[in-house]
């Protein structure tokens, strides 16, 4: 999991001004499985209206050397694939045109990559229990092991049964600490060495499924209102106080491979996609 995750750093010209998380994803749109496109999911909030945005992530270099860099995308916009749906807080960023950006011979992404065979769609999730073991992987506060360019995990579990679609809509709520940075947090079904099953069944083994992505969190105001907000990307000064209750909203990994569809349809060329092609600048530094 510490490789499938992306700290995201949005920039304000040359300040940084907020960070989230994001994680790989793998497509197919031509049929094959040798043949594939690498997206980075997140939450349209974190992407926003920013044009550049920051990836740190592991690289191999011509030498065969792992480097940790932050490679630096201007023009973020041309290649961001939002979901159709207007309260679908997902969106994907064509990573692929990101890669061949640095070239035949620049470093390569030392990443691992999920697809939709690692999701759970509603048929498997019908067999999950009411209450299941969760892991959220991302970047809380912005906290991260910048030595390592590894992520914070928090394990938690389903406040809600995975195979409900929470107040109609197709989410679950998690209960699991959740704090600026984690918008875009991949949310894991985690079972280690058991788990039961909905008919009543024990087995041995262990799951480690995408179950969803957090996209926002409750908060308890000071003045007694419980709101529901985007999970933040900076933390900021108000007025009024708000306090996460630890009660995270998710959307279901469902909506992922909804918009996987998409970028099969709309991210076709991997080298860059025409309309891309001009606007997008593309440079890294090592840290």
């Excluded at 928090?154 to 409900?164: D, E, F, L, M, V």
């Excluded at 894991?188 to 499924?209: C, E, H, I, P, W």
Aim: net charge negative; with cysteine.
């Amino acid at each position: 999991m510490a490789k499938m995750t992306c700290r995201l750093e949005m920039f304000d010209g040359e300040l940084l001004d907020s960070t989230g998380t994001g994680f790989f994803w793998k497509s197919y749109p031509f049929g094959t499985l040798d043949k594939f496109l690498i997206s980075v999911i997140t939450n349209k909030h974190v992407i926003g209206e920013y044009e550049r945005v920051g990836f740190v992530v592991d690289v191999i270099n011509k030498d065969g050397i792992i480097q940790h860099v932050r490679v630096h995308v201007e023009g973020i916009q041309s290649i961001a694939l939002p979901h159709p749906e207007p309260d679908c807080d997902l969106i994907a960023i064509n990573f692929s045109t990101v890669i061949d950006a640095l070239g035949k011979t620049g470093p390569r992404p030392d990443v691992i990559v999920p697809d939709s065979r690692h999701a759970l769609d509603l048929e498997q999730r019908r067999n999950l229990m009411a209450v299941e073991e969760i892991v959220v992987v991302g970047y809380p506060d912005g906290l991260w092991d910048s030595c390592n360019n590894t992520p914070v995990f928090r394990k938690g579990i389903s406040a809600t049964p995975p195979y409900n679609d929470f107040e109609g809509r197709p989410e679950f709520l998690i209960d699991c600490a959740i704090y600026p940075g984690s918008s875009g947090s991949p949310v894991f079904l985690a079972s280690s060495g058991a788990f039961g099953t909905k008919d009543g069944k024990n087995l041995l083994g262990s799951r480690m499924l995408l179950l969803g992505v957090v996209h926002s969190v409750f908060q308890h105001a000071s003045d007694g209102e419980l709101r529901i907000e985007p999970a933040p990307t900076a933390t900021t000064i108000v007025p009024t106080f708000k306090f996460p209750n630890n009660i995270g909203i998710c959307l279901y990994a469902d909506k992922i491979i909804e918009l996987d569809k998409l970028i099969c349809k709309q991210f076709v060329d991997v080298k860059a996609g025409n309309r891309a092609q001009g606007s997008l600048r593309v440079q890294f530094e090592q840290i």
